[in-house]
């Protein structure tokens, strides 16, 4: 069975740290992704890899970075976070090179608080 | 641990016909049951589902949810070939810090001309 799993599930940091949102999959999957869910916004897209090192911006992506060394691994990155990034972050992998309507896996997700 | 269980995994039909989906969860302390729909990069959010019997309605879709029975179903009339994607159902819990998000494997639908 496929397993996405994430750092934390709970976190708090202040306004100015530098976070790190780490996301891991055992399932060799090709393509992953990191998501925010906001309540009435639905998941939005932040931004996505298909493969070692490649990644492209999503609908949200100002504000964050990312970065996939190894294929398992996709992390999110708030240089500075600001109270706006208070949010529940979602990482999801998928098989296949179609982005479009593979099967996407998620992780449990990371309530993120700014202060 | 939290599960959520969808069914069925994929499911082909004709244009015109109306389809059921199902989505039955096992979840500590119960916030509310989302319906999405992923046919591009980002699944896009459908429904929100937080109180039993309460049908939820958009055009052609509809969804209830039955905390009794810990179930829910999405409803899809006069389907469409634009209708066809995937379809997760997501339960979110609440409390404690224990809150977030569990996805079922969602439902691929199909529908032919």
């Known amino acids: 069975d496929v397993k996405v799993t994430q750092s934390s599930r709970y976190l708090v940091k202040r306004t100015g740290e530098k976070v790190f949102l780490e996301c891991v999959q055992d399932m060799d999957h090709e393509n992953m992704f990191w998501y925010r869910q906001d309540p009435g916004l639905g998941l939005r897209l932040i931004y996505f890899s298909y493969d070692v090192k490649m990644k492209e911006k999503g609908d949200i992506p100002e504000g964050y970075s990312v970065s996939r060394e190894k294929k398992e691994r996709f992390s999110l990155i708030l240089e500075s976070a600001s109270t706006n990034q208070t949010s529940m972050y979602l990482c999801?992998?998928?098989?296949?090179?179609?982005?479009?309507?593979?099967?996407?896996?998620f992780g449990p997700g990371t309530r993120l608080t700014v202060l | 641990e939290d599960k959520v269980v969808q069914s069925p995994l994929s499911l082909v039909v004709h244009e015109g016909d109306t389809v059921t989906l199902n989505c039955s969860y096992e979840v500590t302390n119960f916030r509310s049951l989302l319906w999405y729909k992923q046919e591009k990069k980002a699944p896009t959010f459908l429904f929100m589902l937080?109180?039993?019997?309460i049908e939820k309605k958009s055009g052609r879709l509809s969804s209830i949810l039955d905390k009794k029975e810990l179930f829910s179903i999405l409803n899809i009339t006069a389907t469409q070939t634009g209708d066809s994607a995937i379809y997760l159902c997501?339960?979110?819990?609440?409390?404690?810090?224990?809150?977030?998000?569990?996805f079922g494997k969602g439902t691929h639908l199909i529908i032919q001309p």
């Open positions: 937080t109180s039993s019997g």
């Open positions: 999801a992998s998928s098989w296949d090179g179609t982005i479009s309507t593979d099967t996407q896996y």
């Open positions: 997501a339960v979110e819990r609440a409390g404690g810090g224990a809150d977030g998000l569990t």
